[in-house]
Structure formats: C-alpha cells, structure tokens
C-alpha cells in the first residue's frame, strides 16, 4: 500500500508479505505467493517477479499455507540497491523446518537476475547500512 497524497488515498500495489524498502526508498521488495517481487513506487508498474518460488513442488492454496511449512524468504536490499539477500530453504529435514540448518543464505542480482548462495545454514539476513548513511 502507498499514501498517494496527502488525503491519505491508498493503492494496494500486491499481495504479499515481509515488505523491504530500497536504501533511496523508491522501490519495495517482497514476498509474493509464488516468489520475490520489487515495484517501484513512484511509477506505479505492475509488480516485476525477480526470482520464481522457491519451492515450486510446495501446493497451497493461501498466502503461505503449505504441504510442508516452512519460513519464507524476507528480502533486505542492499545499501546501492542492487542486490536483494534473503534465506531460502533447502527442502531437507522436514520433520523441523525452523532449524537454520536447513536453509541457506544467498543474494541476487536485481539487474541481471543472477543468484549467488552466500552460505550454508542461516536465516533472516539484512543489510547493515553505515551509521553516516541510515
């Protein structure tokens, strides 16, 4: 949702959850249904997905209803909003899929799409940015 003006007018811009702001704030990334998505919130575009789910073999029927729950991804941008970092789960271990050890951290690129895995066992990654640079 954003305030178009200052009589409080809203737009629903998705569905979805864990929303993060770019570093300029002229961008949201989150989680959709069926992947990550980012829309820029000053040109009102349709959302653009930038990685599919991440779990396709997963069915649900609501936001995050699955066979076998597991945490969504929480997107963090990167302080020159060129790189989102999230968690994703490796589909291992379903008997506890709140254990760390069954995810991994990774980050993409939001330019060319390329997805690089950070490490092995971790959850809830965020940029920190500088102090001078909030």
Do not use: C, Q
């Amino acid at each position: 949702v954003k305030e178009v003006n200052s009589t409080k007018e809203f737009i629903v811009i998705d569905e979805g959850s864990v929303p993060s702001w770019s570093f300029d704030s002229k961008w949201i990334a989150y989680t959709g249904v069926d992947g990550i998505y980012i829309v820029s919130v000053e040109e009102f575009e349709k959302p653009k997905r930038i990685l599919k789910h991440l779990n396709p073999r997963d069915s649900f029927s609501g936001l995050y209803e699955y066979v076998t729950y597991h945490i969504p991804p929480e997107p963090s941008w990167s302080p020159d909003g060129k790189w989102l970092v999230y968690h994703k789960w490796l589909g291992i271990r379903h008997d506890d899929t709140t254990d760390p050890s069954t995810y991994a951290i990774y980050k993409l690129n939001i330019e060319t799409g390329e997805e690089i895995k950070i490490l092995d066992g971790g959850m809830y990654p965020f940029w920190r940015w500088p102090v001078e640079e909030p």
